[in-house]
């Protein structure tokens, strides 16, 4: 049977683990090497690195991150921020990346998704949105959640997903670093929606919330960050608790 | 480092996506591979791994190439050969994301798309069906060996659109909208749909033993 992904994220700022609260007040939680082997140890089903702040200028300690923490990682990595175009995903894929995460890049040109997707595969291509309630809906923000664009985020998943995504990395701006539980309805109109796999993002803080989304929300695979590098809840723990309210998951391995 | 004497393992690159996972993996192991282009440095192995993600179309990298021909002289001569993923899919007649590509037709039947009950792609970890024949407890000549000492129900990794059937090689199966190959082998000829290199221990213990095979 196919099993409910838990996906430990870690959020990369200068070749440090941090996380912060909706998007800020950055914490630093480790190297990202020993994070995400620490993770696939507990039971994560896959690691996604994030460079939340990417710029050009890192470019090369974000590149030297990714090979140092796909060494000895034999669970799918993904790699996002800073990608805006093909070489920039050829130049992840190079340093040990399984997928690529696009974002605001993915906005700009949608022909991008396609254009990796041509060249690694549509399951290496996985489009990141980030969205947040407006005016009772859900407004897509690029750029770190900085910039509004006036779309529609269960438009834009459509779009994605016909221009060749893999998969849909969801998530909730308003929910980011709360640990107020998942943002259920967002994940499940656009599960829905879309005929490939959604992971939700955003807001986890206990066990029940990843019981939540995965049955009301339909997610496909759910990722959390602060609730696991601080110790709050174990992958090893919350997939106990998982199995224990029947929701199939990886456990034990 | 492995040792010079160790078998040569050709991980064969014909443009279908990225070969770097399964690589790691296999140096991971202490095994000796070269991930190659070229026909000749193919037919020079003692071992064969066909990679590959996408579409069934990239396949066509392989009849370009020349490749195609060293990788079937090599595995009718008897060479331990792996197909992983595309690779395991290449062994069927075709498959239906393709229908102008043929297969090496080394199983019967065809790769279809998943019943529409299930959305598709099959994205995720899902458990191993190990036909029983297959378990440790059946006799040598009949038990898997690709799956030595793999438990029955284990997790991989996969990441796919189109299914292989069941067939009398399938040595183990998975469960999504309905059953399909996860695992065929017949004499020296191997494949796995699922991602051995990305699907943690279980995946890394296939692999191994796939290197000790004998030649």
Redesign the interface.
């Known amino acids: ?5 838990i996906i430990g994220c870690l959020d990369v700022d200068d070749g440090r683990v941090v996380k912060g609260v909706q998007f800020h007040n950055l914490r630093d939680a480790g190297d990202p090497g020993d994070c995400a082997a620490a993770h ?1 140890r507990d039971g994560a ?1 896959e690691i996604v690195l994030l460079d939340i702040t990417a710029t050009s200028d890192n470019r090369h300690t974000m590149l030297d991150v990714v090979s140092r923490t ?3 990682l ?3 990595f993904t790699v996002g921020g800073g990608i805006r175009e093909l070489s920039d995903a050829e130049a992840v ?2 340093a ?1 990346a ?1 997928k690529i995460a696009i974002n605001s890049a993915a906005v700009k040109d949608p022909t991008l998704i396609g254009k990796i997707a041509a ?6 291509v996985v489009v990141a949105i980030d969205a947040r309630r407006v005016n009772g809906g859900f407004e897509v923000f690029v750029a770190g959640g900085r910039i509004p664009t006036g779309r529609d985020a269960l438009q834009w998943a459509r779009e994605a997903a016909d221009c060749g995504a ?2 849909i990395l969801l998530t909730s701006m308003d929910r980011d670093g709360t640990q107020a539980g998942f943002d259920c309805e967002l994940v499940q109109i656009v599960a829905d929606a879309v ?3 959604v992971i939700a993002s955003g807001g986890a803080g206990s066990a029940q919330d990843f019981i939540d989304v995965f049955r009301n929300g339909r997610a ?2 759910a990722l959390a960050a602060s609730i696991f590098h601080f110790g709050i809840e174990n992958i090893g723990q919350l997939k106990r608790e998982l199995q224990a309210a029947n929701v199939p998951v ?1 456990w034990p ?1 | 480092m492995p040792p010079a004497t160790a078998p040569t393992i050709a991980i064969v690159d014909y443009g ?3 070969l ?2 399964v690589k ?2 296999f140096d ?1 192991l202490g095994a000796k591979v070269v991930v190659t282009t070229q026909p000749e440095a193919v037919a020079a192995a003692d071992k064969i791994v066909l990679p590959g ?3 069934f179309s ?1 396949l066509v990298g392989l009849d370009s190439t020349g490749l195609r021909d060293a990788v079937l002289q090599g595995a009718r001569a008897g060479k331990p050969f792996l197909g992983i993923c595309l690779g395991m899919q290449w062994l069927f007649e075709g498959s239906d994301e393709a229908p102008e590509f043929t297969g090496a037709a080394i199983f019967g039947g065809r790769c279809r798309p998943f019943p529409s009950s299930v ?9 191993l069906v190990v036909r029983e024949s297959s378990l440790p407890e059946a006799s040598a000549r009949e038990g898997s060996r690709l799956l030595r000492n793999v438990a029955p129900d284990s ?1 991989v ?4 659109s189109f299914q292989a059937p069941v067939v009398a090689a399938t040595t183990a199966a998975s ?2 909208g309905a059953r399909f190959s996860a695992v065929v082998e017949h004499e020296n000829i191997f494949g796995v749909q699922f ?1 051995p ?5 279980v ?2 213990l296939i692999l191994n033993n796939f290197c000790e095979v004998k030649c």
């Open positions: 049977m196919l099993t409910k992904r696939a089903d796909a060494r000895g034999f669970i799918p894929f190079e040990g399984d060249r690694f595969g549509s399951q290496a893999g998969e005929s490939i796999p496909d695979a990886r391995c | 279908a996506g990225n770097n996972s790691k993996a991971y993600v996408g579409h990239a959305k598709s792609p099959h994205v995720g970890w899902n458990s997790f990794y996969y990441t796919h469960e999504y991602h290199e990305k699907s943690w221990s995946g890394l």
